[in-house]
């Protein structure tokens, strides 16, 4: 009899102890639908201006004017453009990172907030990256008293290109970091669902350009030319075999040829030069070295054969190697357990497949424990069910209260935890028990 009274009074403490979270999160749910307008009419502002990497000053200045308004502090310029706001004190430390850069993309969406600037466009969800960590901002000041610990947001620039995260990392923005996360609106998924995995959740990016170079001449002599058309054809045939020939079955990688150009505009010239380029994934540092490697090697021994020689720009000074993404299998977990009291375990996945995409997180990833997720824009009955970096691509705003949620309660139940994850997952694991024991 005393061992079920004891039990009980166990569970009515966790019960109580549960309430009051789950409680908390409500509440962080329903602040950031009380910002809904606020939150939609702040992301069609950056919209509309959209700035290439490391010329993201408008967008800068309006950050800072947002804080300002705010009364966060923050620290400016961070990585050229970037900037990053500090809200709480003391320990744990905890980033949350959003990137601010827009394509060079005409856009044709046909959303009656279109991009004042020609030929630019937030293609790939930026603008809603900026106003969730602007909502969490907002929501995560009003509770400052209540902060057991520091938040640092994390306003990053140039991620499509600029490695501007690796940028933040080597100039201290992650000094006394315990954890960080991310997040990144995907349209491939139902709005209202988030998507994480342990481990690799996206690929390592590089770009090339290849240049064969042979003796031109006259289209009706070729005998006396060494054709790099032909040799540079050949090279592009070889390298479909990269892949398959070179890594495991079960490894993911991806080698494709997107340009390829040579000539003026006379045809019946062959050019001394031919050129093509593309772009290399892969899920490991050690397959995206080793594909590097016998690119260099297939490109050249093809253009030897046909008498010409070839060389391999890697394109680094302009676009750096973003490694694999690999999100810490804890920290992730946490993501997900969290994600799940905000929008229901139902809506969200944790075994989310990798993809071949590339981002710069990846460097904050590997300075500190990381977590970055998908979070869900698709909805077909108002159409926003175009891919990222397309010209008709389109978000479901009601994604917006969802993110600036998950952002704010990671904070809060991570800051619970005293940055011991484990405390989250036995406070479930154990709650579990108790109802099974009873």
Not at 343 to 361: K, N, R, S, Y
Not at 404 to 429: F, I, P
Request: glycine share 10%.
């Amino acid at each position: 009899m005393k061992a079920i009274v004891y039990i009980a009074l166990i569970l009515g403490v966790i019960c109580s102890l549960v309430n009051g979270e789950l409680t908390k999160i409500a509440s962080v749910l329903d602040r950031a639908g009380q910002l809904e307008d606020w939150l939609i009419a702040t992301r069609r502002e950056f919209h509309q201006y959209p700035e290439l990497m490391f010329e993201e000053f408008n967008t800068s200045a309006t950050i800072r004017r947002h804080l300002d308004a705010m009364k966060i502090s923050y620290k400016h310029p961070v990585a050229k453009t970037g900037v990053v706001a500090t809200i709480g004190s003391g320990s744990p430390v905890i980033a949350l990172r959003a990137d601010i850069d827009a394509l060079p993309i005409e856009e044709e969406s046909g959303v009656p907030f279109p991009s004042t600037k020609p030929g630019l466009m937030h293609a790939c969800g930026h603008d809603g990256h900026i106003t969730m960590l602007l909502g969490a901002a907002k929501l995560l000041k009003e509770r400052e008293s209540e902060l057991k610990g520091t938040v640092k947001l994390l306003f990053q620039p140039a991620e499509e290109g600029g490695a501007g995260g690796d940028i933040m990392v080597q100039e201290g923005a992650l000094k006394g970091v315990d954890a960080a996360f991310g997040l990144h609106l995907w349209p491939t998924i139902p709005t209202g669902v988030l998507a994480t995995r342990p481990g690799t959740i996206m690929a390592g990016a590089i770009q090339f350009k290849v240049t064969i170079t042979g003796a031109g001449g006259h289209g009706a002599i070729p005998h006396l030319t060494r054709d790099p058309v032909v040799a540079a054809t050949s090279a592009v045939t070889a390298l479909q075999t990269l892949v398959s020939r070179n890594t495991s079955p079960f490894a993911s990688a991806v080698v494709s040829i997107t340009k390829l150009w040579a000539g003026g505009a006379a045809y019946n010239v062959i050019p001394d030069e031919a050129h093509f380029g593309g772009t290399m994934r892969a899920t490991t540092d050690e397959d995206m070295k080793k594909l590097r490697h016998r690119l260099e090697k297939v490109v050249q021994g093809q253009a030897e054969s046909f008498g010409c020689t070839a060389t391999v720009d890697w394109m680094e000074e302009t676009m750096p190697y973003y490694p694999p993404l690999v999100n810490d299998p804890s920290t992730a977990d946490f993501l997900g357990k969290v994600a799940g009291e905000v929008l229901g375990d139902t809506h969200v996945i944790t075994d989310v497949e990798p993809t071949m995409a590339g981002e710069d997180f990846a460097f904050i990833a590997r300075a500190v424990p990381s977590a970055f997720a998908f979070l869900g824009i698709r909805n077909d009955t108002i159409g926003t069910t175009h891919g990222l970096h397309t010209a008709q691509y389109m978000m479901d705003e009601g994604a917006l209260k969802l993110g600036a949620a998950v952002h704010t309660a990671v904070v809060l139940r991570y800051m619970e935890t005293g940055g011991d994850l484990s405390k989250l997952l036995e406070s479930k694991s154990s709650r579990h028990s108790v109802k099974d024991e009873l």
